[in-house]
C-alpha cells in the first residue's frame, strides 16, 4: 500500500456520512484528494447531507507525477495522488472535461500570518523579532502588498458557507484582508513587539531591518540545477515568487462585502495592530 491509500480517506467520509444521517449535524470535509472522495461527497449531497468540502491547491494542481523521484521535501498533506485524482478534483470544483461541478466557492486572499508556523510571517519576517531584534522584509518598504490574517479567513470562510444559497455555482471572491506597505508592516510590527516589552523602554530599542536573501537564493536554485536537476528546489520556487514583493497589489474585496453586508463583515475582522499582535 502506498504511505496514505485512497482507502484511508474513503473510510473516514463513509463514516462521516453514517454520523451525519444518524445526528443530521452539518458538517466541513477538509482537503478531499482523491477520485473516490469526489464521488462520495457528490452522492452525499444528492442524498440531502447537510456537507461542504475544501480542496488544496496543490492537489489541483499537481499530481505524484510531478514529484518525480522520491523526495522527503515534497511530503505533503495531503499527499499527491495519481492524475485522475487531480482531473476528478478539478471537475468537480471547476465543471472541467464537461463534468457538473459541485457548489464552488474560490475565496482568493494574500500573504497568511497569525495561524501558526510555515509562513513568511514566522518562517523569515518576525523570525528575529525578539530575539536579536531584527525584523527582515523580502520587497521594497513603499509598495503595498495583501496580508491576511487566518483567524480572520477563516470566520470568512464560514460566513460564505452560510451564505452559499445566494451564491452562482461557481465563484471567485477576494478576501481583501490588510493591504500594507513594507513600512507600515514593519512599523506594526515594531509597535507589537514594544507592546510584548521585547523591546525595553519607550524609544529605547528600535528593531534593526534585514533584507531577505535573494542572491544567495538564486546561487542555490542554480546549483540545484547543475547538480539534481531531477529534484525539485525550495530555492528555485520562492524565487519564482518573488515578483509578488515587488510588484504592488490589493485585492478588491467588494463583492465579498456586499454578500456578508458591512455589519458582518466588520465583525470578523481584526484591526491590524491588534493581529500582529497576536501572530
Not at 4 to 32: D, G, K, N, W
Not at 43 to 59: H, M, R
Not at 156 to 169: D, G, N, S, Y
Not at 212 to 240: H, I, N
Request: a positive charge; one cysteine or more; hydrophobic letters at 45%.
Amino acid at each position: 500500500l502506498s504511505g496514505v491509500p485512497v482507502a484511508a480517506e474513503t473510510i473516514a467520509l463513509h463514516t462521516f456520512f453514517a454520523l451525519m444521517r444518524s445526528t443530521r449535524a452539518r458538517v466541513h470535509l477538509c482537503r478531499i484528494s482523491s477520485a473516490e472522495g469526489v464521488a462520495l461527497v457528490r452522492a452525499a449531497k444528492a442524498e440531502g447531507l447537510p456537507v461542504t468540502a475544501d480542496v488544496s491547491i496543490n492537489s489541483l494542481h499537481l499530481s505524484d507525477h510531478d514529484m518525480g523521484y522520491f523526495d522527503s521535501r515534497a511530503r505533503l498533506t495531503p499527499v499527491l495522488r495519481q492524475q485522475r485524482d487531480r482531473d476528478a478534483l478539478r471537475a468537480a470544483a471547476c465543471g472541467e472535461d464537461g463534468a457538473a461541478p459541485l457548489r464552488s466557492v474560490v475565496l482568493r486572499a494574500g500573504d497568511f500570518f497569525g495561524g501558526g508556523t510555515g509562513s513568511w510571517f514566522d518562517l523569515l519576517i518576525a523570525k528575529d523579532v525578539q530575539r536579536r531584534h531584527r525584523v527582515v522584509y523580502p520587497g521594497p518598504l513603499d509598495q503595498p502588498h495583501a496580508w491576511a490574517y487566518l483567524p480572520d479567513l477563516a470566520r470568512a470562510f464560514v460566513a460564505v458557507a452560510e451564505a452559499r444559497e445566494r451564491l452562482a455555482p461557481f465563484e471567485v471572491l477576494h478576501f481583501a484582508g490588510h493591504t500594507a506597505t513594507g513600512q507600515q508592516w514593519v512599523d506594526g510590527i515594531e509597535r507589537a513587539a514594544r507592546q510584548l516589552g521585547w523591546l525595553g523602554a519607550a524609544g529605547a530599542t528600535r528593531l534593526r531591518l534585514g533584507r531577505a536573501p535573494w542572491a544567495a537564493l538564486r546561487v542555490l536554485a542554480w546549483l540545484s540545477a547543475r547538480f539534481t536537476p531531477s529534484r525539485g528546489s525550495m530555492a528555485r520556487e520562492l524565487l519564482e515568487m518573488r515578483y509578488l514583493w515587488i510588484e504592488p497589489h490589493t485585492l478588491a474585496g467588494e463583492r465579498l462585502a456586499r454578500l456578508l453586508g458591512p455589519a458582518r463583515l466588520a465583525r470578523i475582522s481584526t484591526p491590524l495592530d491588534d493581529a500582529l499582535l497576536q501572530s
